[in-house]
């Protein structure tokens, strides 16, 4: 088989970083066509420099990374700088990137690649705020049909919300730009915090990270050694749920995951539980399944995988 041709769509964030790393080591079956970034975790300016931090990290400069919106769609932005510290990289010391962005805007890039390609032959990855993804299907409707898969970290049914009571982070941001993706109609994968709050990072994980001996170990475990920090304070959690390298996984191992067909639906009107994914779990709806909605994880065939490939770069 052929590597599978993704755009990575992403605020990083430690977790994002890493999901980036898996990517980049994995290119016997993961071609990444370009990274667009988004304002999520921390603004646009930071995404879009923490990107190229990661690809200089792992030695790829050949990359492109592309700049987006900088805010939703219809409301202010929400930043998570008590998640992610206030670079959104913060834990391990990485010097500012020497490769510049790529011109113009990552909107243009996503339309531009996906007519570029042959229908379906293109996953879309978003690892943060659907704004980007939401703009460019608003913006050329054609590329839409031409969309192979969306995989994505957002959503939660059974761990209900960690910015809000009901919403998880990446929805909850940009509902609308979410809602857009929902009714696409294109096949989507949600790696939900059902999933995700199973991929903690013990300590045991951690060091195994930390002992393989290069740059980009080292960096990941004091990315994570930071990042715990929160969920241990939040959920009492023995380690940090890596989220997003959940959905780079599935692209590598899909047997890792497993989950049900369902209908998602966007909250985007209840201020009191605006950004929520109502997952049709328990299929009491006549609503029609639209998503894949994970809820399992092999997390030791998880960690396995992520600390073979990051031992590449």
Request: net charge negative; hydrophobic share 40%.
């Amino acid at each position: 088989m052929p590597p599978r041709k993704i755009i990575i769509d992403t605020d990083p964030g430690q977790d994002d970083a890493v999901a980036i790393l898996l990517a980049l080591a994995s290119p016997e079956e993961i071609e990444i066509l370009g990274i667009s970034a988004v304002a999520g975790n921390v603004p646009l300016e930071l995404t879009a420099k923490n990107a190229r931090i990661v690809c200089e990290l792992a030695g790829r400069t050949d990359v492109p990374v592309y700049a987006g919106c900088d805010r939703p769609l219809n409301r202010p932005l929400v930043t998570a700088e008590h998640v992610h510290g206030k670079t959104g990289l913060d834990g391990p010391d990485l010097p500012d990137p020497q490769m510049p962005l790529a011109e113009g805007h990552a909107v243009n890039f996503i339309i531009d690649t996906l007519r570029a390609h042959e229908p379906g032959t293109v996953t879309l990855c978003p690892l943060g705020p659907l704004t980007n993804i939401a703009t460019a299907f608003s913006k050329a409707p054609d590329i839409v049909d031409r969309v192979q898969e969306i995989v994505l970290m957002g959503g939660a049914y059974f761990e209900v919300g960690n910015i809000t009571p009901t919403a998880e982070f990446n929805i909850h941001v940009d509902p609308e730009a979410a809602d857009i993706v929902f009714k696409s109609g294109r096949p989507i994968v949600v790696m939900s915090l059902d999933v995700t709050h199973k991929a903690l990072v013990t300590r045991p994980r951690n060091d195994a990270f930390r002992t393989l001996g290069n740059k980009v170990g080292l960096a990941v475990a004091e990315m994570t050694d930071f990042f715990e920090r929160f969920d241990n304070e939040k959920y009492g959690s023995q380690g940090a749920p890596l989220h997003d390298p959940c959905v780079t996984a599935y692209l590598i191992r899909p047997e890792l995951f497993s989950g049900r067909h369902v209908n998602v639906e966007i909250e985007t009107q209840s201020e009191l539980t605006m950004g929520m994914t109502v997952a049709d779990w328990w299929g009491v709806t006549d609503r029609a399944p639209n998503a894949l909605f994970m809820g399992e994880i092999d997390a030791d065939g998880f960690f396995d995988l992520l600390t073979e490939r990051l031992a590449r770069l």
